[in-house]
C-alpha cells in the first residue's frame, strides 16, 4: 500500500556527540515496536549513542534541521556493511529511510566497492519488505540462540 504521507527531502550530515541523546531516542522509538516480537531485544537500543555518534561511521538526515532518521556503517574492503537504519516513526513513510540507503549506497560506490550488506531480524518483516522494496536480494539467514537473522546483499554492476 503506498504511503500517503508527504514526502520530505532530507540532507544528511556526520552524526556529533550532541547528537547521541536524539540517536537513543530514535533508536527506541524505530525498534520498540518489535520488543515483544523478539526473545531479546533488538541490537539497536541496546547501543551506547555516545560511541556510536563519535565512531565516524554514522550520518544523521536532517529535516529543516532536526534529525529524523540515521544510519551507521561499516567497510569490510568490499563491501559497505549498512549496521543501523533508524527512521522516527514520525517520519516513517515519508522516504528518510529510502533516502538513506541511497546515501549508503552513494557512499559504497564512491569508495569503489561491490555493494551493500546488511542483516536484519527475522520477525521484523516490514524491514524484510523495505529492502526487498529498494531491490536488495536475500542471500540466506541464520539461526542462533537468541534470534533469527535475514542477510541481504545488492551488487553493483
Known sequence: M???????????????????????????????????????????????YEKVAASGRSHVALIDGHIHGMVTVESDDTYLILRNLAVRTTSQGRGVGKFLVAFVEEMARSAGLRGVRLWTRAEMTDNIAFYKRLDYVLTHSERNEGSHRVFFCKEFS
Open 2 to 48: 503506498a504511503s500517503t504521507a508527504k514526502r520530505v527531502c532530507p540532507v544528511t550530515r556526520p552524526a556529533e556527540a550532541a547528537d547521541s541523546e536524539q540517536m537513543a531516542e530514535m533508536a527506541r522509538d524505530a525498534y520498540g515496536k518489535y520488543l515483544d516480537l523478539v526473545d531479546e531485544p533488538p541490537a539497536p537500543i541496546l547501543l551506547d
